[in-house]
């Protein structure tokens, strides 16, 4: 346990003060025929080793054999961590603790060149102060060869917070009384219409790749527990190609009985995304300090007790700025984006929640209430729920849907349905917004974009 601050958890402890770490080579420095440094990086952990003829060494062979390795090998190091000596230091030696190396594996070879290098050099600090000059390559090229583009730490700061949300998402819902659920991914047709939707041939019948789990999380309400929630891939075969827009993204979806008040559903918005903010920022520093020195960032402004404005606020703040909207549309980016930064500037928040929508900006299955939270960017949408079969009929013919094509969805609230709500929000767009990430790829391992589907 001594050596678990050099070695984070890829290490072992061996007999006689021994350590085997896991690693990548970083880079190798030969300083002479009898000592070479190679830089291990592991899991959550960068350490320099030592291999030298000197002592307690290796062999003149060995001191060649690692000169040699190349970058991103694998490697199996034994060796015993040591705290250099100030007074006698070895010569070329940077670090405070180092690994001496008895024997060393190479347990996968890496090609002598690597299509991309591992760090964005042009914007990672930490690799301009170690005065590496490397070319930089576009995001579409990093995209190309993501196998190494993850391997950078600000990427595997992205990514364990990607995990760490599902994670507290998960036990906040399960500790409030929510069940878990699967829905169906291939589906008879759209939920939430218009023509975004992958078609496919389903044993000669016409269907789709699910838009969203939101006919069946209802349908479960109607059924089975009074809340539920749903984790899985949503399908949207978007044509926009913006930063925000993905064709295939993780929803994290929530629906529930509402008792009394639709606010009821805002509660739990409001509760659950101030917990996974609260958590991240207590559980990662050291993954957002990792992921601020490659994209520079200030903390997210929120509140413990969200702001909620109305629709009508919201617009009347974006005439009183100048900006005309339509009260009985959506809003357009640009608007949406005014709207964030008057927010920001009169509330000092980023985290809010926008309510009472139009309804002809809203799809069919909303009650003529409806919540939005958003920055600049949507992250979460949803409140109400009509329940009613006959209002839901009279919604779906306002609003050009085919109510033959989901007619087993409408007869459901024909046998006794609560009043209900509940929300969706994207996964990669909440992580996106918490690190302030600009673009959605970043915060997808294998982004799918109109353009993209490999790798
Ligand atoms: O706003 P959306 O389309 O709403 C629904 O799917 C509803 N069924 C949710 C509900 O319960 N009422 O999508 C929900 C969330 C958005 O707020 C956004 O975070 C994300 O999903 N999202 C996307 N993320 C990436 N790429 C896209 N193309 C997205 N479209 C929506």
């Known amino acids: 346990l001594r050596y678990a601050p050099v070695c984070g958890r890829s290490y072992q402890c061996l007999k006689d003060n021994e350590v085997l770490i896991r690693g990548r080579v970083h880079a190798t420095r030969p300083v002479s025929k009898k000592i070479v440094f190679v830089v291990v990086r592991g899991k959550g952990f960068t350490v320099q080793c030592v291999v030298t003829t000197e002592g307690e060494g290796v062999s003149r062979r060995m001191v060649k054999f690692v000169a040699g390795l190349n970058r991103e090998s694998i490697v199996d190091a034994i060796g015993v961590v040591s705290v250099p000596d100030p007074e006698n230091p070895i010569k070329g030696t940077t670090q405070q603790v180092e690994l001496h190396v008895r024997k060393l594996y190479c347990v996968s070879k890496a090609m002598p060149t690597l299509p991309i290098n591992v760090e964005d050099a042009s914007r990672s600090e930490a690799a301009l102060q170690r ?51 699967q829905t169906p991914k291939l589906t008879p047709g759209s939920s939430e219409g218009g023509s975004a939707v992958f078609k496919l041939d389903y044993k000669g019948q016409p269907a789709c790749l699910a838009q969203s789990p939101q006919l069946y999380k209802q349908m479960a309400i109607c059924g089975h527990k009074n809340r539920v929630f749903v984790i899985g891939p949503v399908f949207r075969a978007e044509d926009s190609y913006t930063h925000r827009h ?132 949507e992250i979460i949408s949803g409140v109400q729920r009509i329940h009613e079969p006959e209002l839901l009929i009279e919604r779906c013919q306002a609003c050009g849907v085919d109510v033959n094509t989901i007619s087993y969805y409408i007869d459901s609230f024909r046998f006794g349905a609560a009043p209900h709500g509940g929300f969706g929000a994207g996964l990669e767009r909440v992580v996106m917004f918490f690190c302030a990430l600009g673009n959605i790829r970043k915060a997808s391992l294998f982004p799918r974009d109109p353009r993209r589907i490999v790798p």
């Open 131 to 181: 005065g590496v000059q490397l070319p930089r390559v576009n995001q579409d090229t990093r995209l190309n060869f993501r196998v190494i583009d993850i391997r950078t730490r600000a990427n595997q700061g992205i990514f364990r917070i990607q995990s760490q949300v599902g994670t507290i998402f998960r036990q906040f819902l399960l500790s409030e009384n929510f069940y878990e659920i």
């Open 246 to 377: 993905l064709c295939e993204f993780t929803g994290f979806d929530v629906e529930m009985e509402i008792k009394k008040h639709y606010s009821e559903v805002m509660d739990i918005v409001d509760r659950l995304f101030v917990t996974i903010f609260d958590v991240l920022n207590e559980r990662c520093q050291k993954e957002l300090e990792a992921i601020g020195s490659q994209y520079p960032f200030k903390p997210l402004k929120y509140k413990p007790k969200t702001l909620r404005l109305t629709f009508e606020e919201g617009v009347q703040m974006l005439k009183d700025a100048g900006v005309e909207v339509d009260p009985l549309g959506d809003l357009s980016t640009e608007a949406e984006r005014k709207l964030g930064q008057l927010v920001l500037e009169k509330y000092d928040t980023e985290f809010y929640i926008l309510h009472r929508y139009p309804l002809a900006a809203r799809p069919f299955y909303t009650m003529p209430c409806y919540v939005n939270a958003r920055y600049s960017e």
